[in-house]
């Protein structure tokens, strides 16, 4: 029991790593869309050209940790959600390599196509992580531990939205990253993008979080009946302090206060999240009339789960230890003066 | 099947980057490593000649392994969940041992040379090469489990569970495996070089990098090649002893009789159940593989139709291996004898020879993981789950138009990346060969581009 609650944080704590490591270097790909001089590209990719690797890697860590401790999980989610994540891998596999791709192009013309392929890969990848997120709220159709729902199940009007949501959420992780790590002109632009874009965040954030409950009534239950609401409604008021918090940040000129803030709102609205599941894994789908998919239904036997918890245990100290270390050695403002013509 | 093809394709693409990783970051670690121990230039600059090429190839590297985790679940998803017990922590172990080593320390080696001291730098470096080989140790358990499948239990409901991790991990194939795998990536790699240098040496055969390059390579092709030739032998024993049906396959084998011959060339026929115009040696497949003069090999006749592998692609992806694996030993024999003559970097046909071999060992790691996975159908689990109880209940169009776009998608992109590398590698390495060119921050901290380095891959939005 103690083990699969272990594992259920454990994995909880790896997507939620990716999504605020892996969010904001999506972000910048994003901002590529709006800052179009080569100049502050070079910078813009200058700052997670070194991180971008590792950020990706929690999404490894993500989708192994989930077949190995929960592989029926594993066997439904990613069947029912089919062209939604073959469509964002390969939209992460053109962004991976435009990285490198960029600075090898021989002429302009080739370089700006592999910007155009950084951006729209960034973007695409992070709709469909919305649509991911979207299709699993909204529950999936189970019979005999396999996928029995239909090809096109995912696309509905709620995933849609959450994958809008997302992309401007990412952005708006992109945009406070290069205030923290830019200065100068585009430091100035990016705290007028992320002024924007914090509006259409907090906005989708209300609509999201005022449909969810209206999927499924367990959710309903959970969020508004009594006693859960002891545990839901600090939710929003702290997702409000913290809006607080960041627009003051952004007034006064802060470097690292609006990016923390964003990170906070990520962070606040995945709490959410895991209190509307508890303690599902997989939400059953609408008008089926089954249970969900629990953590325990979904684990792995004991011993699968004890062997990689050891591993766990020692090494995940040991990956955040060398990650800071990383982001420590290139820690800075990226300098932008060489890059300006 | 498409799910088949589909896998085939991402994994074939995939493997040979890994394999290239693995040998390149060793090569890398040791290069770094002798330049501080002897603080010759020529180290460094051959370093950061093939720094470059790593950069591109591990990204590469990178993403296509993200699609393999995520494709055992959209197209085997009955297989996760039947085997995730088992399989899932080996690459659950692959993540956080290797993937995140290498990961994290990759920007600093790529990046970071004047951000860290030097002997950081080769730590990173290091840590780097031993990421891409504690990789191989778990990817490689986990596919020898499949093959060889031991220290479980089987559920009532049809469940893989873990019995014996000790077990698992350590099954029978799984070190003649790790070997094979290993060794060949350093041997492909090898090859490589040596192509590279070869084809720099004949326009200029004074470059000292070229030299060093090739001097290297050919060390490593006359020691690695018979090495590996042993390792493979004893790779096949195994497999004899654990998939007879595997071994039947790649030799063409139908009848199981005293003092099997070995066949050459021929064609085997699923069908008729015989191969045609086989062209044998007698006695001689015996003597190999069962090192005695009358040993009996079984024949596929002895396995039902149903658990035969498709011999005709089995037979010939083993013969393409093993020929490559003999000619590089040759090559190696070769290069050495010029040296003890000291025309080791003179020798024309050597040098061309060597650049016509530029993708021998890559072709031979691809033709091996071709015998060792077709070689195991019709299981995914030997001899316990089948393939077609392994897919997903996606529909067929789904995987049609997934498998077009996939293709898609890597011919755009490994083709722009082979560009990209074989561009890297037409320019010959200069004295004072620069590292990445990527427009970072470190360059204001005084790296300034090499001025061999061609124009217009620099940032143009540069100071200049």
Redesign the interface.
């Given at each position: 029991m103690m083990l699969t609650l272990v594992w259920a944080g454990l994995i909880a704590f790896a997507v939620l790593a990716y999504v605020l490591l892996d969010g904001f270097d999506l972000g910048v790909g994003i901002l590529f869309a709006v800052e179009r001089?080569?100049?502050d590209?070079?910078v813009m990719?200058?700052s997670i050209?070194?991180?971008w690797?590792?950020n990706?890697?929690w999404?490894?860590?993500g989708?192994?940790?989930?077949?190995?401790?929960f592989?029926?999980a594993?066997?439904?989610?990613?069947?029912a959600l089919?062209?939604a994540?073959?469509?964002m891998?390969?939209a992460?596999?053109?962004r991976?390599?435009s990285?490198?791709?960029r600075?090898?192009?021989?002429?302009?013309r080739g370089?700006l196509w592999w910007d155009a392929a950084f951006m729209v890969g960034s973007t695409i990848a992070a709709f469909c992580q919305g649509l991911v997120l979207g299709g699993l709220l909204q529950g999936i159709h189970v019979e005999n531990?396999?996928?029995?729902g239909g090809?096109w199940d995912w696309l509905t009007g709620f995933s849609v939205v959450c994958g809008v949501a997302v992309v401007v959420g990412y952005a708006l992780q992109g945009a406070c990253w290069l205030i923290w790590r830019t200065d100068a002109a585009l430091q100035f632009r990016c705290r007028r993008h992320a002024r924007a874009l914090a509006i259409a965040t907090l906005g989708f954030i209300v609509v999201v979080s005022l449909w969810t409950p209206m999927l499924n009534p367990l959710f309903m239950q959970r969020w508004f009946g009594w006693p859960g609401i002891l545990l839901t409604s600090p939710v929003p008021i702290l997702v409000a302090l913290v809006g607080w918090v960041f627009w003051r940040g952004l007034a006064w000129r802060g470097h690292l206060t609006p990016l923390l803030c964003v990170q906070a709102w990520f962070a606040l609205c995945y709490a959410g999240l895991a209190i509307s599941l508890w303690p599902m894994i997989v939400p059953p789908g609408r008008g089926t009339g089954q249970p969900g998919i629990t953590i325990w239904d979904a684990a792995?036997?004991p011993?699968?789960q004890m062997?990689?918890l050891v591993?766990?245990v020692v090494?995940?100290p040991i990956?955040l230890g060398?990650?800071c270390y990383?982001y420590w050695?290139?820690r800075?403002k990226?300098?932008p003066?060489?890059?300006y013509? | 099947m498409l799910a088949r093809v589909q896998f085939a394709v991402t994994i074939g693409f995939h493997i040979v980057l890994p394999a290239f990783t693995i040998g390149l970051a060793s090569y890398l670690a040791v290069l770094e490593a002798l330049w501080l121990a002897t603080g010759r230039r020529v180290y460094l600059d051959v370093f950061q000649y093939w720094l470059k090429v790593f950069a591109v190839i591990f990204g590469m590297g990178v993403v296509s392994g993200l699609m393999m985790a995520y494709e055992f679940g959209t197209n085997w998803a009955r297989f996760s969940d039947k085997v995730g017990p088992v399989v899932g922590p080996l690459m659950g172990y692959e993540v956080l041992t290797a993937f995140f080593l290498e990961s994290g320390f990759l920007g600093i080696m790529l990046f970071g040379r004047e951000r860290v001291g030097r002997v950081m730098h080769l730590i990173a470096t290091m840590l780097v090469a031993i990421g891409t080989l504690i990789s191989a140790f778990w990817i490689l358990a986990a596919n020898s489990w499949m093959q060889t499948p031991q220290g479980y239990t089987l559920s009532p409901d049809g469940r893989f569970l873990p019995a014996d991790w000790w077990q698992i991990i350590f099954n029978p194939s799984f070190p003649y495996r790790l070997v094979h795998m290993v060794i060949a990536s350093y041997l492909s790699v090898a090859f490589m070089v040596g192509a590279v240098a070869a084809f720099h040496l004949r326009r200029d055969g004074q470059n000292q990098a070229s030299r060093l390059m090739f001097s290297m390579a050919m060390w490593m092709a006359v020691v690695v090649a018979p090495i590996q030739i042993l390792a493979g032998d004893q790779h096949g024993l195994n497999t004899l002893q654990y998939q007879p049906a595997k071994v039947a396959a790649l030799e063409g084998d139908w009848d199981t009789h005293p003092g099997t011959p070995l066949i050459l060339f021929g064609m085997p026929d699923m069908q008729t159940e015989r191969t045609d115009w086989a062209v044998e040696v007698p006695h001689l497949g015996a003597l190999i593989l069962t090192h005695t003069w009358n040993g009996a090999i079984r024949g596929l006749k002895d396995f039902p139709p149903d658990d035969r592998p498709y011999s005709p692609v089995v037979f010939w992806a083993f013969r393409i291996m093993v020929g490559l694996g003999f000619l590089m030993a040759a090559v190696g024999l070769w290069a050495a004898w010029l040296r003890t003559r000291g025309r080791l970097y003179a020798s024309p046909e050597l040098r061309g020879v060597v650049l016509a071999m530029a993708p021998a060992g890559f072709i031979a790691l691809l033709a091996g993981w071709t015998v060792t996975e077709v070689g195991r159908q019709p299981f995914t689990v030997y001899g316990l789950l089948r393939t077609t109880d392994s897919v997903s209940p996606v529909g067929l169009p789904g995987v049609a138009v997934s498998l077009a776009a996939i293709v898609v998608v890597y011919l755009i992109v490994f083709g722009a990346g082979l560009l990209f590398v074989l561009r890297l590698l037409w320019r010959p390495p200069t004295v004072g060969e620069s590292g990445p060119p990527t427009g970072l921050p470190i360059r204001a901290a005084g790296i300034t581009p090499a001025p061999g380095l061609a124009a217009p891959a620099s940032h143009d939005g540069g100071v200049a």
């Open positions: 001089r080569e100049a590209r070079d990719l200058s050209a070194p991180m690797d590792g990706e890697t999404l490894v860590l989708g192994g940790g989930l077949l190995a401790v592989p029926l594993y066997a439904v989610i990613l069947p089919y062209p994540i073959i469509a891998l390969l992460l596999v053109f991976g390599v990285f490198e791709f600075f090898r192009a021989a002429s302009l370089r531990r396999v996928y029995a090809w792995a036997p011993s699968s062997f990689l591993g766990a090494l995940i990956i060398y990650t990383a050695v290139f800075g990226v300098q003066g060489l890059f013509d | -």
